[in-house]
């Protein structure tokens, strides 16, 4: 039987610390780096991906125990890891199977993939039978964010400097959903009420889902959080819910101001 093993990176998000496969899950960090600043500026810091060499030596590690490898990275467009995973994979002549798939998703959205692969890989399936899963599980996966740093806006939305100064300067809201793998706006409201309202509008458009996140960054800038848990928690109790601060990495890319949304529909 083919020994399948599971190699995500550290912006995946798990529901819980134990789940079905965990010890078939390992991680290719990710790295915070300091910049150099003008003088009187905070420094900034910008998250650096696994390398390719980062990758390469995962594999050879892991491949002293399994069969196949199965790489899950957060999406190509907001940062390099897939492309360096795929370089590492083409540089790697040892007996393992290697094969990367770019969720196009990241925090939750990937943490729940890798939990359903990993699972997957503990009964025995097939990593080519793993992966046909992943795809499948990736069209019912849906995030959306409320992101207003400006300098976030620019790197990781794609939003011009200028347009993202005039947004702030307007007290605008803009809301995005990660689709394709990128962030696409999707509603401009002038209120943080407004945003709460976008969020409860898109969450009832679903009618059972499997599991609900509400994730946010360490210093979150809407101050009313707790009436979209109870909104989240009233209209969908069947659904597994769980609500977590960003993880460091995740909020390096949105931003420590940021709220988000994560659905998962039954597949």
Not at 40 to 56: C, I, K, N, T, V
Not at 115 to 135: D, P, V
Not at 167 to 176: K, Y
Request: glycine content about 8%; charged content about 20%; hydrophobic content about 45%.
């Amino acid at each position: 039987m083919s020994r399948v093993c599971i190699l995500t990176d550290s912006t995946a998000q798990f529901t819980r610390q134990s789940f079905p496969g965990r010890e078939r899950v390992f991680i290719a960090p990710f790295s915070i780096r300091e910049e150099r600043s003008s003088a009187g500026q905070a420094p900034r810091y910008r998250l650096a991906a696994p390398s390719e060499m980062d990758f390469l030596q995962k594999y050879q590690e892991l491949s002293r125990l399994y069969d196949s490898i199965l790489v899950l990275t957060l999406s190509s467009l907001l940062s390099p890891a897939a492309h360096h995973a795929r370089a590492a994979s083409t540089r790697f002549n040892d007996h393992a199977m290697i094969d990367v798939l770019d969720t196009r998703t990241t925090s939750f959205g990937l943490g729940w993939l890798v939990e359903a692969a990993a699972g997957a890989a503990l009964a025995g399936e097939t990593i080519g039978q793993i992966i046909a899963q992943a795809r499948v599980n990736i069209a019912h996966i849906y995030l959306l964010y409320f992101i207003s740093e400006p300098a976030v806006l620019v790197e990781s939305a794609g939003i011009g400097p200028a347009q993202a100064l005039v947004a702030g300067m307007l007290g605008i809201h803009p809301v995005f959903l990660l689709e394709d793998g990128r962030l696409t706006l999707v509603e401009k409201t002038r209120s943080q009420r407004g945003v709460l309202e976008y969020f409860e509008e898109f969450l009832d458009e679903f009618d059972s889902p499997a599991c609900v996140a509400l994730v946010h960054g360490s210093e979150p800038s809407l101050p009313r959080l707790g009436v979209l848990r109870q909104h989240i928690q009233g209209a969908h109790p069947q659904a597994q819910f769980v609500e977590q601060a960003f993880s460091p990495h995740v909020e390096a890319i949105l931003g420590k101001k940021s709220i988000g949304l994560a659905v998962k529909q039954k597949g």
